[in-house]
């Protein structure tokens, strides 16, 4: 078994390498499972009927969204946990305090330790297309195995705080995770922009509030 990812010859239109081509590798798109054959699999997997399977998931799916809109981090079966959190400007006045300081609410999943050593030991397929879409190369290797680890990235994205008492742990930058009233200094996230994918360097905007810097 191996990740599937492509390298495809794209013409570079900005950045150290602007007007040439390049391969760059991005992940193959899978077509979406259903969640009916989900089950089946599950089903047969497990020896147990669909409908029961079918009303488990289903009880499961409840259970999972009343219980992280209530702030706790659930543990979701063989992959990890899930919780409820947002991004949010701090301020220094209590009497600023307002639901319009929340720029966005996020569903954060943090996978546990044998998933992620599962995903880090998988080789990678590369299968490479020219600028033509023609297949011209393929071929498996393996890389340091690095998995990214979403609950400690360091984007410095303002402040976040997590839902309720968010056992998770606190993840990016300034986060306040369980919402237990802590403060910190932010600004609003800068507005990034980019116009091509890349895979070593490119040149991007960044532009923020007035006075940011």
């Given at each position: 078994?191996?990740?599937?990812?492509?390298?495809?010859?794209?013409?570079?239109?900005?950045?150290?390498?602007?007007?040439?081509?390049?391969?760059?590798?991005?992940?193959?798109?899978?077509?979406?499972?259903?969640?009916?054959?989900?089950?089946?699999?599950?089903?047969?997997?497990s020896g147990v009927s669909r409908g029961v399977m079918q009303a488990c998931w289903d009880a499961a799916g409840e259970v999972i969204k009343a219980w992280a809109t209530e702030g706790h981090s659930v543990a979701l079966p063989g992959l990890g946990t899930m919780r409820f959190g947002l991004r949010a400007k701090s301020v220094a006045d209590v009497n600023k305090v307002k639901a319009g300081l929340i720029s966005?609410?996020?569903?954060?999943?943090?996978?546990?330790?044998d998933l992620k050593e599962e995903l880090a030991k998988t080789a990678v397929q590369i299968t490479c297309y020219d600028r033509d879409g023609k297949e011209v190369k393929r071929v498996t290797s393996t890389d340091d195995g690095t998995v990214e680890d979403n609950e400690n990235e360091q984007n410095g994205t303002g402040s976040e705080s997590g839902s309720g008492n968010g056992s998770g742990g606190s993840s990016t930058g300034s986060e306040t995770a369980g919402g237990n009233g802590s403060e910190t200094a932010s600004v609003e996230a800068p507005v990034i922009d980019g116009a091509t994918p890349f895979d070593e360097s490119t040149e991007v905007t960044i532009s923020g509030p007035d006075g940011w810097s």
């Amino acid at each position: 078994m191996a990740l599937k990812v492509k390298a495809k010859e794209q013409y570079q239109n900005i950045g150290k390498y602007a007007g040439t081509y390049r391969y760059v590798m991005m992940p193959e798109l899978y077509t979406a499972l259903a969640q009916d054959k989900v089950i089946k699999e599950a089903a047969l997997r497990s020896g147990v009927s669909r409908g029961v399977m079918q009303a488990c998931w289903d009880a499961a799916g409840e259970v999972i969204k009343a219980w992280a809109t209530e702030g706790h981090s659930v543990a979701l079966p063989g992959l990890g946990t899930m919780r409820f959190g947002l991004r949010a400007k701090s301020v220094a006045d209590v009497n600023k305090v307002k639901a319009g300081l929340i720029s966005s609410r996020r569903i954060i999943f943090t996978p546990d330790v044998d998933l992620k050593e599962e995903l880090a030991k998988t080789a990678v397929q590369i299968t490479c297309y020219d600028r033509d879409g023609k297949e011209v190369k393929r071929v498996t290797s393996t890389d340091d195995g690095t998995v990214e680890d979403n609950e400690n990235e360091q984007n410095g994205t303002g402040s976040e705080s997590g839902s309720g008492n968010g056992s998770g742990g606190s993840s990016t930058g300034s986060e306040t995770a369980g919402g237990n009233g802590s403060e910190t200094a932010s600004v609003e996230a800068p507005v990034i922009d980019g116009a091509t994918p890349f895979d070593e360097s490119t040149e991007v905007t960044i532009s923020g509030p007035d006075g940011w810097s």
